[in-house]
């Protein structure tokens, strides 16, 4: 009997063992932990969360974890809160900089801001794929999404390039000028290994229907702009599974009743909206003397943001100000309806993408999210865990990934720990206090250091 007993105790020793060499010696744990829940709002306070490769392996209390990771890796987060890595889902990463390398420090400021993923809306191919290569190798970039080159009105490509000698421009959009040519090109961009399609403009509503069409066939997403060739109803009821912008051109005018037609859809159909309320204020609303007050400061004291524009940013941003200026479209007498399209969004429970259009005229990237995320509190009148959903489980959901968008175990270990609480107040999700990225802890130290090499560079 005796010999039984000390056969169980040794095996209960090894097998005790052998699941302690299940957590490798760059585990982390953290621990006083206030974790919030994006689906319901509610804090589970003093919490300990077990990482390693890159998942959350368990969470519970600090006495039955503490010793699953070395003493060295135990990181005490008392009196802050946690919340899963956020999205912004709409950017053009190609406009970061004419320069490769710098592009990447540019698009650290997503994850430096914690920004862990992001939806790339387009543009040039060749850029866009260096940059995801990079982001898969460098635990300090945000994972990418992306469509690829932008789906076009051949039409209008040709216009531009002719209008513009913006031979580049040319060269990131997939021009289509009939139905016909639809299977063939969007099967040619579907092998460059792109997630979605973004459809800009069309040729005619024919080709945008075939467009949606070959997209279900092929079983992938498409999203976009919708023109005024396709009216916004149909453009819905053919799939397409987010609507961009805040579409000014087709909301002015439309009577309450076709909105709510239009709402009513989207809610049956699931479509998914991204307002990017930061460009169109920006670029459009905003007072065009503060705008060129923050362009010019070359000193960087009144607007410190500025130094985190890159050359090329500040180049566009200066040349879209002064198509700005030059345009006869009354964009401020144009916005009511706009928003009112929004709010009807909102008061009907659509899922809302946070995107920024960065790197668009005066959209910095990272920052310029908490500006977004602040305007759907001013414009739309949403609460903040509401606000909150749009940069966190709504981005996951729309791209069915399973295991991104809570703090929960078997999920990513995408998360960022806040000094405050944004439940509170939405202006609190700019307490970022570090950031982790597929589990690899990204200090506060660190993102200052980084933060530094960014400005550094943009004040040359």
Not at 202 to 222: H, L, M, R, W, Y
Not at 246 to 272: A, R
Not at 419 to 445: M, R
Request: hydrophobic share 40%; with cysteine.
């Amino acid at each position: 009997m005796k010999n039984s007993l000390s056969i169980l105790a040794l095996l209960i020793f090894l097998y005790g063992c052998s699941d302690s060499k299940k957590v490798s010696e760059s585990a982390l744990l953290i621990y006083n932990a206030n974790i919030i829940n994006v689906i319901d709002g509610s804090i589970l306070s003093g919490q300990s969360i077990l990482i390693d490769n890159g998942i959350i392996q368990s969470i519970g209390t600090h006495a039955s974890m503490k010793n699953l990771a070395l003493e060295n890796n135990h990181i005490n987060i008392e009196n802050k809160y946690i919340i899963p890595g956020m999205w912004d889902a709409h950017v053009h990463i190609d406009k970061l900089s004419n320069d490769i390398e710098h592009s990447s420090r540019m698009l650290s400021l997503y994850t430096l801001n914690g920004i862990t993923s992001i939806r790339e809306m387009g543009g040039n191919w060749s850029k866009i794929k260096k940059l995801k290569e990079k982001s898969m190798q460098l635990y300090y970039l945000p994972t990418i999404f992306t469509a690829g080159p932008i789906f076009e009105n051949k039409a209008f490509v040709d216009w531009v390039v002719k209008q513009d000698n913006d031979v580049e421009f040319g060269q990131q959009r997939i021009g289509i000028s009939t139905p016909e040519e639809v299977p063939f090109l969007l099967d040619s961009v579907l092998k460059l290994g792109v997630d979605f399609i973004k459809v800009r403009t069309a040729a005619s509503p024919d080709t945008f229907f075939e467009i949606a069409k070959q997209c279900k066939k092929n079983g992938v997403k498409f999203c976009g702009h919708v023109d005024a060739k396709v009216d916004l109803y149909d453009a819905v009821n053919s799939g397409i599974s987010s609507l961009e912008h805040v579409d000014i051109f087709q909301l002015t005018g439309m009577t309450e009743s076709k909105m709510d037609s239009i709402v009513l859809l989207m809610k049956t159909l699931n479509t998914y909206y991204c307002p990017t309320l930061t460009y169109f204020k920006q670029h459009r609303i905003y007072n065009k003397d503060t705008i060129k007050a923050f362009l010019s400061d070359s000193t960087f004291t009144t607007y410190r943001k500025r130094a985190y524009a890159s050359k090329s940013l500040l180049d566009k941003s200066k040349q879209a100000i002064g198509w700005a200026e030059e345009s006869q479209v009354p964009w401020k007498k144009m916005e009511s309806n706009s928003l009112k399209f929004g709010k009807k969004i909102v008061e009907s429970n659509i899922s809302i993408l946070a995107g920024t259009d960065g790197a668009n005229a005066l959209v910095l990237p990272g920052l310029s999210l908490f500006e977004e995320l602040k305007l759907y509190e001013t414009e739309f009148q949403m609460d903040n865990l509401s606000i909150l959903q749009t940069a966190t489980i709504n981005p996951a959901k729309y791209f069915n990934i399973q295991d991104i968008g809570l703090v929960k175990e078997g999920f990513i270990a995408d998360l960022v720990i806040l000094d405050k609480n944004p439940i509170e107040n939405i202006e609190n999700i700019k307490t970022t206090n570090s950031v982790i990225k597929s589990g690899k802890l990204i200090t506060k130290d660190e993102i200052h250091k980084r933060f530094k090499k960014i400005r550094k560079y943009n004040m040359q």
